[in-house]
């Protein structure tokens, strides 16, 4: 497999369920990204992990909890969801070095709906 | 902070119309600028980019050019296809992250319509 995957790519859950979204990428990248896409919303940066450090966006709830275990995978774990956490959750990889950055090369996402 | 404006959409039009999305930032320092592509119930796919002023960015008969002076990087196409039909946004690179990670600032996103 080439590029970003992320799976699943549709997930309904219950409030008081547990979950993970999982993304893997097969580009040889340094830096892993999750982000969020709600309708009508600007995209939303949630968390980064770059050489398996995270950054951290301060505004993101605790009921979110993301993993990187190695430079290929990243995990998001999801628990007691609010229906307001459905969206379209984005994976992204990146490349920063000696030549420069290139942008972001995106996952095809998990489409998550809270019941 | 760094933004992206886009004009709102949906932007609807025939096929083999021009096309323009128009795209103005704000930012410090010298920003890459990029537009990405999502199709229905995909992720984004880098368009194109373009790193320094008076750059042209050109992908699938889509152009946009880097202009410092206006803050601008409109996307165009001389003849669009129903193909195109999906939703563009503008983003640009500059600020960094705590990491030293460069991050993207995105655009709200502009809806492309392409009728037959």
């Known amino acids: 497999e080439t590029g970003v995957t992320q799976t699943p790519r549709h997930l309904v859950m219950g409030m008081t369920n547990k979950k993970s979204l999982k993304c893997e990428q097969h580009?040889?990248?340094?830096?892993m990204y999750w982000y969020k896409q709600s309708a009508k919303k600007p995209l939303e940066l949630m968390f980064v992990y770059s050489l398996e450090e995270r950054v951290e966006n301060n505004s993101v709830p605790s009921r979110f909890s993301p993993e990187c275990p190695n430079s290929s995978h990243l995990f998001l774990h999801l628990h007691t969801l609010q229906p307001e956490d459905s969206a379209l959750y984005l994976c992204?990889?990146?490349?920063?070095?000696?030549?420069?950055?290139?942008?972001?090369?995106f996952g095809s996402g998990t489409r998550l709906t809270v019941v | 902070g760094d933004s992206v404006t886009q004009m709102e959409g949906p932007v609807t039009l025939s096929e083999e119309a021009f096309l323009t999305i128009n795209c103005t930032y704000t930012a410090t320092g010298y920003p890459s600028l990029f537009w990405y592509v999502q199709y229905p119930g995909e992720g984004l796919q880098l368009l194109l980019k373009a790193t320094k002023a008076d750059d042209k960015g050109s992908n699938k008969g889509f152009e946009a050019t880097y202009r410092k002076e206006t803050t601008s990087f409109h996307l165009e196409k001389g003849s669009v296809q129903v193909s195109d039909s999906a939703v563009y946004f503008c983003?640009?690179?500059?600020?960094?992250?705590?990491?030293?990670?460069?991050?993207?600032?995105f655009g709200s996103g502009t809806r492309l319509q392409v009728q037959p």
């Open positions: 580009l040889g990248h340094n830096a």
């Open positions: 983003a640009l690179s500059s600020g960094w992250l705590g990491t030293g990670r460069r991050a993207l600032t």
């Open positions: 992204a990889s990146s490349q920063e070095g000696d030549r420069g950055f290139s942008g972001y090369t």
